[in-house]
């Protein structure tokens, strides 16, 4: 059979690495696909800059459309991320009858529902393996290797900036800023760090993971957001102390009352193994009805861990393109016509358990009326630390560990002790998950 041509859009860290890969592993590759699959055409915005990637045998250019409107490129490996051009490409690519390949987790979570329709439409594929968690093969694994589970919930490390930032804080006792500004030197974070630190980018991925393990639309408005720049040092220890780890999670759980989509600082027990995931590295776990929890760990960037999942994705296209479209992998995990209306719940709908840490002046009658505030709001205390206050300071630390309640119930709590004159600043409010 004829080789099948790839035309690659971007040839940044990702797009570099998955041009070696397709490169130094073509023999194996074809062994693979039944066939030799060669990329022929290349775009980046700039030609003259160097690159991790051999180009020799690629015609480059500065425009990706003369590669979505070429003829003899059957699939399209879009690498340039953002949502309005990179939008624009596969939705052309796809008119055109191409294939579609991407690592675009803000594309597929925000237009994912208009770019599978139409790809439907046009008996094309639209492959995305790399948009969540690198090069760890979860969508793969939820979508096949666990499709005869119903899935109960997924729970992830899947930004490894902020698991690098909580990692650091953790072993070597530092305070956020400068962790942050380590990162970025490293080129782990952005020079403009808001969606890694703020939740956005593990939202992206959580709206992902929930559509193909649920079976619903992709819906990223209703995913709840917490980052993690208010996590002190103070907070790391004292979830050591009580026997916990703070991971920047992204939670999706199906209830009798609907779906829950969140991505927050969660304390996690220390002896779970998803707790030990530390640095850039990224972990998944799935809890199904038949086969327990499963973990999927592995690298959640980089330039080849990525383009292993890139690659994957366009072996699997090729092995497909004779197949009838009807008979091919759905591309949310279930038959397009059999998504489901579920009920999304509000963060305020949500029941977990809560570590709770706040100041408050050292005289007596103060614990007494937190507690009492707590009791009349239905919260159980199951732990509670004391510290002894600071030479020359007045008030003391206070650390509490909740058993479970009704978020709304310990948001009017929050507000009721807030405003009492024996507490100082804030209330630091993190959800505790025992994910067993």
């Given at each position: 059979?004829?080789?099948?041509?790839?035309?690659?859009?971007?040839?940044?860290?990702?797009?570099?690495?998955?041009?070696?890969?397709?490169?130094?592993?073509?023999?194996?590759?074809?062994?693979?696909?039944?066939?030799?699959?060669?990329?022929?055409?290349?775009?980046?915005?700039?030609?003259?800059?160097?690159?991790?990637?051999?180009?020799?045998?690629?015609?480059?250019?500065?425009?990706?459309?003369?590669?979505?409107?070429?003829?003899?490129?059957?699939?399209?490996?879009?690498?340039?991320?953002?949502?309005?051009?990179?939008?624009?490409?596969?939705?052309?690519?796809?008119?055109?009858?191409?294939?579609?390949?991407?690592?675009?987790?803000?594309?597929?979570?925000?237009?994912?529902?208009?770019?599978?329709?139409?790809?439907?439409?046009?008996?094309?594929?639209?492959?995305?393996?790399?948009?969540?968690?690198?090069?760890?093969?979860?969508?793969?694994?939820?979508?096949?290797?666990?499709?005869?589970?119903?899935?109960?919930?997924?729970?992830?490390?899947?930004?490894?900036?902020?698991?690098?930032?909580?990692?650091?804080?953790?072993?070597?006792?530092?305070?956020?800023?400068?962790?942050?500004?380590?990162?970025?030197?490293?080129?782990?974070?952005?020079?403009?760090?808001?969606?890694?630190?703020?939740?956005?980018?593990?939202?992206?991925?959580?709206?992902?993971?929930?559509?193909?393990?649920?079976?619903?639309?992709?819906?990223?408005?209703?995913?709840?957001?917490?980052?993690?720049?208010?996590?002190?040092?103070?907070?790391?220890?004292?979830?050591?102390?009580?026997?916990?780890?703070?991971?920047?999670?992204?939670?999706?759980?199906?209830?009798?009352?609907?779906?829950?989509?969140?991505?927050?600082?969660?304390?996690?027990?220390?002896?779970?193994?998803?707790?030990?995931?530390?640095?850039?590295?990224?972990?998944?776990?799935?809890?199904?009805?038949?086969?327990?929890?499963?973990?999927?760990?592995?690298?959640?960037?980089?330039?080849?861990?990525?383009?292993?999942?890139?690659?994957?994705?366009?072996?699997?296209?090729?092995?497909?393109?004779?197949?009838?479209?009807?008979?091919?992998?759905?591309?949310?995990?279930?038959?397009?016509?059999?998504?489901?209306?579920?009920?999304?719940?509000?963060?305020?709908?949500?029941?977990?358990?809560?570590?709770?840490?706040?100041?408050?002046?050292?005289?007596?009658?103060?614990?007494?009326?937190?507690?009492?505030?707590?009791?009349?709001?239905?919260?159980?205390?199951?732990?509670?630390?004391?510290?002894?206050?600071?030479?020359?300071?007045?008030?003391?630390?206070?650390?509490?560990?909740?058993?479970?309640?009704?978020?709304?119930e310990m948001n009017a709590a929050i507000t009721v002790i807030e405003q009492l004159t024996t507490v100082t600043g804030k209330v630091c409010r993190i959800r505790l998950e025992t994910?067993?």
């Amino acid at each position: 059979m004829k080789p099948v041509k790839v035309g690659v859009l971007g040839l940044g860290t990702v797009g570099g690495g998955t041009v070696n890969v397709l490169k130094r592993n073509a023999a194996e590759i074809a062994r693979r696909a039944g066939r030799e699959i060669i990329v022929t055409r290349a775009s980046a915005r700039d030609l003259e800059r160097s690159r991790i990637c051999d180009t020799q045998g690629i015609a480059l250019t500065t425009d990706p459309y003369e590669i979505v409107n070429d003829p003899e490129i059957e699939i399209v490996v879009e690498l340039i991320g953002g949502e309005t051009i990179a939008k624009d490409l596969v939705l052309k690519a796809i008119e055109n009858g191409k294939h579609v390949v991407t690592a675009n987790k803000a594309l597929i979570a925000l237009h994912g529902n208009e770019i599978f329709a139409k790809a439907g439409g046009k008996g094309v594929m639209v492959a995305f393996e790399a948009a969540v968690a690198g090069g760890i093969p979860i969508i793969k694994a939820i979508r096949e290797g666990l499709s005869g589970n119903q899935i109960e919930w997924v729970a992830g490390i899947i930004n490894g900036t902020g698991n690098f930032i909580l990692t650091e804080m953790r072993d070597k006792g530092r305070d956020f800023a400068d962790v942050l500004a380590e990162a970025q030197a490293l080129g782990y974070a952005e020079a403009d760090p808001t969606f890694d630190v703020e939740g956005i980018d593990a939202a992206h991925k959580l709206t992902i993971l929930a559509s193909i393990a649920f079976g619903i639309p992709l819906q990223f408005d209703k995913v709840y957001t917490e980052g993690i720049t208010q996590i002190t040092r103070d907070d790391v220890d004292y979830a050591d102390t009580l026997g916990y780890r703070i991971k920047h999670l992204g939670i999706a759980r199906k209830t009798s009352e609907g779906i829950e989509l969140r991505v927050h600082p969660t304390l996690i027990p220390s002896r779970r193994l998803i707790a030990n995931v530390d640095g850039v590295m990224n972990a998944v776990l799935v809890k199904g009805d038949a086969v327990g929890p499963t973990l999927y760990y592995g690298a959640g960037a980089g330039a080849e861990p990525t383009a292993s999942s890139v690659v994957a994705d366009v072996i699997d296209v090729v092995r497909a393109l004779t197949s009838d479209p009807e008979n091919r992998v759905p591309h949310l995990a279930f038959q397009p016509n059999a998504l489901a209306d579920i009920p999304m719940l509000s963060a305020e709908q949500i029941h977990t358990a809560y570590y709770l840490r706040l100041n408050a002046e050292d005289r007596p009658g103060v614990l007494a009326d937190i507690t009492r505030i707590l009791a009349l709001h239905d919260i159980s205390i199951e732990a509670i630390i004391q510290k002894e206050p600071h030479e020359n300071e007045k008030s003391v630390p206070i650390i509490m560990l909740t058993q479970n309640t009704l978020e709304s119930e310990m948001n009017a709590a929050i507000t009721v002790i807030e405003q009492l004159t024996t507490v100082t600043g804030k209330v630091c409010r993190i959800r505790l998950e025992t994910l067993g």
